[in-house]
C-alpha cells in the first residue's frame, strides 16, 4: 500500500512546474488532471470504518503509516495548495493568516460536510500543524507585505497578544518572540517606498484625531498610518505594537521639518497651512496645558500663518481689527470659526497694536492728536 501511494504522489510532484526549485500553483488543465490523481490517491488511501470488525480498517491504517521508520525525517507527502510537499511543511488553514501568509504552503480547503479525508487521518507524527510564530516571521523576513496584508497581521498580531491573560505572560510572550514590528516590510497602496514597521514608534488615535486627520494628511515618518490600526482595539495597540500615541507636537515637528513635502509644507502652502488651523481649532480643547504651552512654543519663530503680506510667525500677525493703517500683516483665514480664532490667539495673533507700536505710526502717519484719539478709545 504504501508503496504504491508514494509511486503515485512522486508522479504528480516530479512533473509538478517549479520556481527556483520551489512548487508554484497553477491553474492549466495539466494541473487540474494532477491534482485529481493526486486527490484520487488521498481518497484511496483514507480508512473507512470496516465491517463486520471495525479493528481490520485500523490495523491496515496503522500498517500504512508504520511501514517505514521516519522517525529520524518526519515526513509524509501530501497535496496541498501549491503542489505535493511534506505534511511537516504544511499548514492548517485559519482564517485570521489566510490573507498575509502567501509563502507556507496549506492543505487543501474542505466544506461542511465532506467525508473524512487522508489528511484526517493521519498519525500525530505526520500531522498537519497550525501556523506558528516562526511562520510568520518567515514570511515577514521573505517578502514585502502590501497594505492589505500588513493590516491584516498587525489585526492577528494585536489579537494574539491581547489574548494573553496575565501581563507578566504577555511580557514574556513579547520578549521572546519575534514582533511583527522587528521584521514587516510594506509598501502603502501604489507607492514605491517600502517602510520597515521596525522604525514605525507611533500610531494615530482615533479618539483624540478622527474625523479631523484626513487620509492624506503627512504623517510623521514614524507614526504608522491610521488605516492600519483602525480595526485594531485601541486598548491593545500600545502593549503590543509597543508603540506611543502620536501627539500634536510629534505632527506639528514633522510639518516645519526639512523632508516635508511641497504639498504639506505649511510655511509655503497657505491651503494646507489653514487645514492645520482648522484641526488644531477641533483637538485644542482636547490637548493638556503642556501640550499646548510645547506647541506654542515649537511653532513660534516659523514663519507658517498665512496673511495678506505672506507667510509670517504667528506673534507677528494681527487680526483685521488691528490693521487700523492698513498696512499690517493680517491673517487670511476663516474667521468666522470660533475654533480657529481660539487657536490664533493662543499662538500669539495679536488683536490689538502695542502701545509702541501705535505711538510709532501715528508719529509717521497722523500725528500726536489721533494718538490721544486712539489711546482714549481703547482704554
Known amino acids: 500500500m504504501r508503496l504504491v501511494y508514494d509511486q503515485e504522489i512522486r508522479k504528480v510532484q516530479e512533473a509538478w512546474p517549479t520556481v527556483n ?80 501568509m502567501k509563502m507556507v504552503l496549506t492543505q487543501l480547503p474542505t466544506s461542511p460536510g465532506d467525508p473524512p479525508n487522508l489528511v484526517d487521518t493521519l498519525p500525530e507524527k505526520y500531522g498537519v500543524w497550525t501556523y506558528t510564530c516562526s511562520d510568520v516571521v518567515k514570511e515577514l523576513q521573505g517578502r514585502i507585505l502590501q497594505e492589505d496584508e500588513m493590516i491584516s497581521c498587525l489585526r492577528w498580531w494585536v489579537g494574539f497578544i491581547s489574548s494573553l491573560e496575565i501581563d507578566e505572560e504577555r511580557e514574556t510572550t513579547l520578549t521572546f518572540l519575534s514582533s511583527p514590528t522587528d521584521n514587516a516590510k510594506l509598501r502603502i497602496g501604489n507607492s514605491t517606498c517600502v517602510i520597515e514597521l521596525r522604525n514605525i514608534t507611533k500610531f494615530v488615535d482615533g479618539n483624540i484625531w478622527l474625523p479631523w486627520l484626513q487620509s492624506d494628511d503627512a504623517l510623521p515618518p514614524d507614526t504608522i498610518p491610521f488605516s492600519f490600526t483602525r480595526p485594531l482595539d485601541r486598548q491593545h495597540i500600545s502593549p503590543s505594537l509597543l508603540g506611543q500615541p502620536m501627539t500634536v507636537v510629534d505632527w506639528l515637528s514633522h510639518l516645519i521639518s526639512p523632508q516635508i513635502d511641497a504639498a504639506h509644507d505649511i510655511c509655503k502652502n497657505s491651503a494646507y497651512s489653514n487645514h492645520v488651523l482648522s484641526v488644531l481649532g477641533k483637538i485644542w480643547p482636547m490637548m493638556s496645558s503642556d501640550m499646548e504651552s510645547e506647541a506654542k512654543d515649537l511653532m513660534q519663530d516659523f514663519p507658517w500663518i498665512t496673511t495678506n503680506l505672506g507667510f509670517r510667525p504667528p506673534g507677528g500677525t494681527y487680526f483685521p481689527e488691528a490693521d487700523i493703517f492698513r498696512d499690517l500683516p493680517v491673517v487670511s483665514v476663516n474667521l468666522f470659526n470660533q475654533q480657529i480664532l481660539t487657536v490664533l490667539g493662543e499662538f500669539g495673533v495679536k488683536q490689538h497694536l502695542k502701545f509702541e507700536e501705535l505711538f510709532a505710526k501715528c508719529i509717521t502717519f497722523q500725528g500726536l492728536d489721533l494718538i490721544l484719539l486712539i489711546v482714549f478709545q481703547g482704554r
Open 21 to 100: 526549485g520551489v512548487s508554484v500553483a497553477t491553474a492549466d488543465a495539466w494541473a487540474s488532471a494532477s491534482r485529481e490523481k493526486a486527490l484520487y490517491a488521498m481518497r484511496y488511501f483514507t480508512f473507512q470504518p470496516s465491517t463486520l470488525d471495525a479493528k481490520v480498517a485500523r490495523i491496515l491504517q496503522e500498517a500504512l503509516f508504520n511501514c517505514f521508520d521516519y522517525s529520524s525525517n518526519v515526513h509524509f507527502p501530501i497535496l496541498t495548495n501549491s503542489g505535493i510537499c511534506n505534511t511537516k511543511d504544511v499548514r492548517e488553514i485559519h482564517a485570521d493568516f489566510a490573507s498575509f
